[in-house]
């Protein structure tokens, strides 16, 4: 199988505090993960990639600062947001590419950030 | 970047009932997914199908890489098989691996 676990899977914060969610590959190595997030009744949209090791790549408009990514190790990639204000309340979704098979991805269940 | 367009944006069926869901991508891919994300948010992953044909139950899909379109086929659909489906595809030559998602079909089968 290819399994991706995500912890929290939602968390409830008052503004201005720091939120860390952790996405695990369970059952396979992944060398690279992504980072989505998801507003109510709208599509994917990707945040940033981790590489295993190196700094994470952040898309246009996503600030580096706020939202920390760590990839630690082959299994596990980390986000932080940092300073959470309401707007930053979504669905957080990860997800790894398996090594040495390809390019497909698998997802995790997501985390429902909620900030008060 | 690369453009995704999913259609039919919603879809409502009688259960039983077959239907085709349409993924039309803007460039050539070296990857491209089918998801089904279920009431709860989990993405399920159904098809990795950058060309050719596949089939996995009551559900099959086919790319057509030269003309930049991919389908799914949901037969005797049941009402589990309600949620939304997402087209996601990385470009060809792009070498990041990232996925760029369509805007998904809403599909309600009801009973």
């Known amino acids: 199988g290819a399994v991706v676990s995500q912890h929290p899977s939602w968390v409830i914060c008052k503004s201005g505090t720091s939120v860390k969610i952790e996405c695990r590959s369970l059952?396979?190595?992944?060398?690279?993960m992504f980072w989505y997030r998801q507003f109510p009744k709208q599509s994917l949209m990707l945040m940033a990639t981790?590489?295993?090791?190196?700094?994470?790549?952040?898309e246009q408009g996503v600030e580096k600062d706020k939202f920390l990514i760590n990839h630690a190790s082959l299994t596990l990639s980390t986000l932080t947001v940092t300073s959470a204000h309401p707007e930053d309340s979504s669905f957080y979704i990860c997800?790894?590419?398996?090594?040495?098979?390809?390019?497909?991805?698998?997802f995790g269940p997501g985390t429902r950030l909620t900030v008060t | 970047g690369i453009q995704v367009e999913q259609s039919p944006p919603d879809l409502i069926l009688q259960e039983g009932a077959n239907s085709t869901l349409r993924c039309n991508f803007s460039d050539s891919v070296n990857n491209l997914q089918w998801f089904h994300q279920n009431p709860w948010g989990q993405l399920i992953n159904l098809f990795y199908i950058p060309s050719g044909t596949k089939q996995n139950g009551r559900l099959s899909a086919t790319t057509v890489a030269t003309e930049r379109y991919s389908l799914l086929y949901i037969s005797s659909s049941q009402t589990t098989d309600s949620g939304v489906y997402f087209c996601?595809?990385?470009?060809?030559?792009?070498?990041?691996?990232?996925?760029?998602f369509g805007k998904g079909t809403k599909l309600s089968v009801i009973p």
């Open positions: 981790s590489n295993e090791g190196s700094k994470a790549t952040y």
């Open positions: 997800s790894a590419r398996k090594l040495g098979t390809g390019d497909e991805q698998y």
């Open positions: 996601a595809v990385e470009p060809l030559g792009a070498g990041s691996y990232q996925l760029t």
């Open positions: 059952d396979f190595q992944a060398t690279t």
